[in-house]
T-cell receptor, first 113, second 110 residues
Framework: GAGVSQSPSNKVTEKGKDVELRCDPI?????LYWYRQSLGQGLEFLIY????????KSGLPSDRFSAERTGGSVSTLTIQRTQQEDSAVYLC???????????FGDGTRLSIL | RKEVEQDPGPFNVPEGATVAFNCTYS??????FFWYRQDCRKEPKLLMS???SGNEDGRFTAQLNRASQYISLLIRDSKLSDSATYLC???????????FGSGTRLLVRP
């Protein structure tokens, strides 16, 4: 489809392992955002990318979290040495420009055992 | 205190009812406002932007009161398919991240 695509849909892993989550934004969208939604919590901003500008990383909760966006399109969010509190749905969104409405993907449901 | 506050509900209303949700935000630097809808275990979807003059989209009307830092969403003639969680969202134009309220859950019964 033409929407934001995220993979995997679900990921179960053991505490201490590293995980990589992928986001493929809507074609032509220059801005890409990562959020997470923990059980019973609202969505929490993590990071955004706009074109070739330096990303806004102000929402990353710790240095175990990092993200990159290669070629201005696909992005990966990496969580190192996962902890149980990292369990959440990780949502990616994209917009045509930074000031345009953001459209979300289906998310990756991450469970840390 | 959260930057965006909403009544969590649930609001349980019969089909055809009119229901209103309110939201307050604490940061006066907030410049853009939205309502998103989220179905259970699904991604949020943009319902409508909220403009200073108020705006309407079919059965949905959004209002903004900057002086009181208050946003509302009115749904007329509720349908069963309106059952969802409604998320109040603000954005400061100095930063493009969205700040979400925890959502208000709506249940429309037959």
């Amino acid at each position: 489809g033409a929407g934001v695509s995220q993979s995997p849909s679900n990921k179960v892993t053991e505490k201490g392992k590293d995980v990589e989550l992928r986001c493929d934004p809507i074609s032509g969208h220059t801005a890409l955002y990562w959020y997470r939604q923990s059980l019973g919590q609202g969505l929490e901003f993590l990071i955004y990318f706009q074109g070739n500008s330096a990303p806004d990383k102000s929402g990353l909760p710790s240095d175990r979290f990092s993200a990159e966006r290669t070629g201005g399109s696909v992005s990966t969010l990496t969580i190192q040495r996962t902890q149980q509190e990292d369990s959440a749905v990780y949502l990616c969104a994209s917009s045509q420009e930074l000031n345009q409405p953001q459209h979300f993907g289906d998310g990756t449901r991450l469970s840390i055992l | 205190r959260k930057e965006v506050e909403q009544d969590p509900g649930p609001f349980n209303v019969p089909e055809g009812a009119t229901v209103a949700f309110n939201c307050t935000y604490s940061n006066s630097a907030s410049q853009s406002f939205f309502w998103y809808r989220q179905d259970c275990r699904k991604e949020p979807k943009l319902l409508m932007s909220v403009y200073s003059s108020g705006n309407e989209d079919g059965r949905f009307t959004a209002q903004l009161n900057r002086a009181s830092q208050y946003i509302s969403l009115l749904i007329r003639d509720s349908k069963l398919s309106d059952s969802a969680t409604y998320l109040c969202v603000v954005r400061r134009d100095s930063s493009y991240k969205l700040i979400f309220g925890s959502g208000t859950r709506l249940l429309v019964r037959p």
